[in-house]
């Protein structure tokens, strides 16, 4: 089975600097897809990045980049120039096909001011 | 609002009551999951669905939980004869048809289930 690990419960990062969220994952499968998710107090699950497992290139989505690791089976999120609407519970995501997702146990990241 | 609709968005039930959470997907979307979310804690999966046809319940509870995605009408979630346990927020999500694969999934709002 998938299992997906982020080991930080919690990151802070002072506004305008950068941060990155760690993520691994397990499977014995070489097609797949990996997402990064983040929860506001709202509790809206927002879908911030995505990267297909068969694609060497790192995904970028304005400030916010991964660190995509295959052999590793490592995919981190950096965020740069963090912004206080920034803060929020963080997920990492695994999917195979059109399958469930497989989410981690989440990191809370604060920025201060 | 073309996005996926979660109905209500707080529900408070007595212990041994039912519950029924409602679900309707983004519009073009024919799969729908639903995850529940502890307290301080991740999104487990339960159930995944398509029209009339249940796809995977590997992560639901064998007992007093049910799910249904009728040819008509939002996904409903059942939880019968509630406990105190049962108090997560509930969220739902769609995406399209299989053949779109890797497709991310597009959330609901969630429901705030409590019981007392």
């Known amino acids: 089975a998938q299992t997906v690990t982020q080991s930080q419960p919690e990151m802070s990062v002072q506004e305008a600097e950068t941060v990155t969220l760690s993520c691994t994952y397990d499977?014995?499968?070489?097609?797949?897809?990996l997402f990064w998710y983040k929860q506001p107090p709202s509790r809206q699950m927002i879908l911030v990045i995505r990267?297909?497992?068969?694609?060497?290139q790192n995904a970028t989505e304005n400030r916010f980049s991964v660190n995509f690791q295959k052999a590793a089976k490592s995919f981190s999120l950096k965020i740069s120039d963090s912004q206080l609407g920034d803060a929020a519970m963080y997920f990492c995501?695994?999917?195979?096909?059109?399958?469930?997702?497989?989410f981690g146990e989440g990191t809370q990241l604060t920025v201060n001011p | 609002n073309a996005g996926v609709m979660q109905n209500p968005r707080h529900l408070v039930r007595r212990r041994g009551q039912e519950a029924r959470l409602r679900c309707s997907p983004m519009?073009?979307?024919?799969?729908v999951y639903w995850y529940r979310q502890l307290p301080e804690e991740g999104l487990k999966f339960m159930v995944y669905?398509?029209?009339?046809?249940?796809?995977?319940e590997s992560g639901m509870p064998k007992e007093r939980f049910s799910a249904e995605f009728p040819k008509e009408g939002p996904s409903i979630l059942r939880i019968q004869q509630v406990v105190r346990g049962d108090s997560a927020a509930y969220f739902c999500?769609?995406?399209?048809?299989?053949?779109?694969?890797?497709?991310?999934?597009?959330f609901g709002n969630g429901t705030r289930l409590t019981v007392t």
């Open positions: 519009k073009g979307h024919s799969h």
């Open positions: 995501a695994y999917r195979r096909g059109g399958s469930r997702l497989t």
């Open positions: 999500a769609s995406s399209p048809v299989a053949g779109q694969v890797g497709s991310p999934l597009h």
């Open positions: 669905l398509q029209k009339e046809n249940i796809i995977d």
């Open positions: 499977t014995s499968e070489s097609d797949y897809y």
């Open positions: 990267q297909e497992a068969y694609k060497q």
